[in-house]
């Protein structure tokens, strides 16, 4: 018998080998200010879009999303929300600038909801970190489903996402 709640979804622990970073990324600059909490209004476009993009509508992952530095734009660091796995969302994936990959992918890897998390198609400026399921990034229709979108919200971003996705 299932030890999840009625009507919560099910995380999957992160399991796995720590991954290792390419020998040219080292953790991000240090930073005074804290991430902010999953519910501030700096992070509420980022809930509004996913809550609307994933096909289970129980906003419970979401709300267990992590809060992760992807790049900065000026003097503070863009946070983002990296969404766990549970229900029909079998992967997820983020763009991240160099300065966070290895911070960001170990805040990924120590955390509840992103098995196997690891860094792929680095670059000398950013990299696309990944947990869950490996899924082929040049068919972003079907990266999309596995992320748990909406056949909708997989079109939409099939369309404006011909390239690695800048945060899913």
Not at 36 to 65: C, F, I, K, Q, W
Not at 126 to 153: E, H
């Amino acid at each position: 018998m299932s030890s999840t709640p009625p009507g919560h979804l099910r995380l999957l622990p992160g399991t796995g080998p720590t991954p290792t970073p390419p020998p040219q990324y080292h953790p991000g600059p240090p930073t005074t200010e804290a991430a902010p909490d999953v519910s501030s209004d700096l992070l509420r476009a980022d809930r509004e879009e996913m809550t609307g993009r994933l096909r289970d509508t129980n906003a419970h992952l979401v709300h267990h999303s992590l809060v992760v530095a992807v790049g900065r734009n000026g003097v503070p660091p863009v946070w983002r929300l990296a969404v766990p796995l549970g229900g029909t969302r079998e992967a997820g994936a983020l763009r991240v600038d160099e300065p966070y990959c290895v911070t960001t992918l170990m805040r990924l890897v120590h955390g509840v909801g992103f098995p196997m998390a690891t860094m792929v198609h680095p670059t000398p400026h950013f990299a696309i970190l990944m947990w869950g399921d490996r899924v082929a990034l040049g068919d972003p229709f079907d990266a999309a489903l596995a992320f748990g979108y909406t056949p909708a919200a997989a079109h939409d971003y099939a369309k404006a996402h011909q390239l690695p996705p800048e945060g899913v």
